[in-house]
């Protein structure tokens, strides 16, 4: 009976070892988003005015930082956790599309280069979170004023939920 214990007792012990604890942030490749169609509500192209002013909208719920902003491109960063990770991103667009290109990171565990560049899954999420709300803005119309900007230490929002998985 002894013996068995042990048997179970070890198997345990080995089988909790292989697993990573709920802490551990799961890794994804970095990839970037390529020509993404913003459209308006009619399912139009927007034109080059609108789709800026649909990026900057969403950037700006979103807590992105708009770092630079000229013709046809813009340098967005976004801040997670009081300053202890973050990640900048460059978004060229022309009317009617935008690309989202990963420039760097801090905090976010980058491993790798070129291709075979990994990250916390936690960027996924706020590029994702940005992607979906610049759609949101255009189906809107640009036009519209954006709300004031959201405080991204707030419990419920998606993107600090995420950060860490």
Known sequence: ????????????AISTLAVPPAHAARRIEVQDRID????????????????????????RQRGWQVKTDEPGMIRLD????????????????????YSIIYAGSYGMGERGSGARRTIKSGY???????????EVAAM?????QPGPQRVQEAADEPDDKDADK
């Open 1 to 12: 009976m002894k013996s068995l214990t042990r048997l179970i007792l070890a198997g345990i």
């Open 36 to 59: 993404v169609p913003v459209l308006d509500v009619d399912r139009k192209p927007l034109s080059l005015a609108d789709t800026r002013a649909a990026i900057l909208i969403a950037a």
């Open 78 to 97: 976004y801040t997670y956790r009081r300053g202890n990770a973050g990640a900048s991103i460059e978004v060229p667009y022309q009317a009617g599309s």
């Open 124 to 134: 996924l999420q706020w590029t994702r979170n940005l992607v979906h709300d610049i």
């Open 140 to 144: 809107r119309g640009a036009d519209q």
